[in-house]
């Protein structure tokens, strides 16, 4: 693990260790909406996000101590990095475990995984990446998908919690989409693994005090099940998945790496098919055909280098 890292100007192919990262990436998370969606009977999803954290945030703990890593950002990236974390790992996690109470996991998935489609003008705005015509084309035909998705074919309009879900659901992404092109904005000087764990900190604090001073929805029942889940959310798709994925980032934009990451909800459609028996009707699948077609175009297209942006002298974005 290094100790110094800095967002650098995005390159136009990957290197095979950001291929691996990217596809353990989409393979863990893929598998982790199915499997979530079925332990929600013991444990609200607001109680369940919190307790992922705390748990990341021991394994994280233990594994920084072993390997001599520092717990703290370096002077001046700790309210960015705070900032970043509550973005994409506290809001993006809240709010789509929260949609997905009222969604199938498919369904949840695809919704929270259009991210890209918002990363590609809150990337323009915020980060100055540069938007050539396969992230156009690639963006429209994600949102073509993400449009197919909502149409009364596939959802009842008239059902209060399905809306709620499916709004629960998009304010993920637009968290994700929000907090992914913010950390692009500086480059920063902390290692990957402090940072996810400054990240996760900041998130499990947000979340777990609300849960602390007003408890739980409903009780948590302890089950193998559930204790089986948590330690693989802790250790699986929050520890080691978001250093992947800040790894990632800082070299290359946050749409297209998203557009990787729309290959999630098409895996999840499959497994929550295979695993909860979700229904899966033509739409459904127009629709994640789209938005893999998007992911296709995206990453086929050849990127203009992203300026390096200045180091923030403030503790600030």
Wanted: proline fraction near 5%; glycine fraction near 10%.
């Amino acid at each position: 693990m290094t100790s110094q890292t800095s967002s650098a100007p995005e390159k136009r192919s990957w290197s095979r260790t950001t291929w691996l990262e990217l596809i353990g990436i989409v393979l863990f998370w893929s598998a982790n909406w199915p499997i979530t969606k079925s332990i929600l009977i013991y444990a609200s999803p607001m109680a369940f996000t919190a307790i992922r954290f705390v748990c990341a945030l021991a394994v994280m703990a233990v594994v920084s101590v072993l390997a001599r890593q520092p717990l703290r950002p370096v002077a001046g990236e700790k309210s960015g990095l705070a900032l970043v974390g509550l973005l994409q790992i506290g809001g993006m996690l809240g709010f789509s475990f929260a949609g997905l109470e009222y969604l199938g996991p498919g369904r949840a998935a695809v919704l929270t995984y259009t991210m890209p489609i918002w990363c590609i003008p809150l990337g323009w705005l915020l980060t100055r990446d540069r938007i050539n015509l396969s992230g156009v084309i690639g963006g429209l035909l994600g949102l073509a998908g993400l449009l197919v998705f909502l149409n009364p074919a596939l959802i009842s309009w008239s059902d209060r919690r399905i809306l709620l879900g499916n709004g629960l659901a998009l304010a993920g992404a637009l968290c994700w989409a929000l907090g992914a092109c913010l950390y692009r904005r500086r480059r920063w000087q902390t290692g990957f693994w402090t940072q996810t764990f400054w990240q996760v900190l900041a998130s499990a604090i947000v979340l777990s005090v609300p849960l602390w001073l007003l408890g739980a929805r409903r009780p948590i029942v302890w089950t193998a099940s559930l204790i089986v889940v948590l330690a693989y959310n802790a250790i699986v798709t929050t520890a080691l998945c978001y250093w992947w994925w800040g790894k990632v980032l800082a070299t290359t934009s946050a749409a297209r790496a998203g557009q990787f990451l729309t290959l999630v909800p098409a895996s999840a459609l499959l497994m929550s098919k295979a695993f909860s028996g979700e229904a899966v009707g033509l739409s459904a699948l127009v629709s994640v055909l789209l938005i893999s077609a998007g992911v296709i175009v995206t990453l086929r297209g050849r990127t203009p280098p992203t300026p390096i942006l200045p180091i923030a002298d403030s503790d600030g974005l």
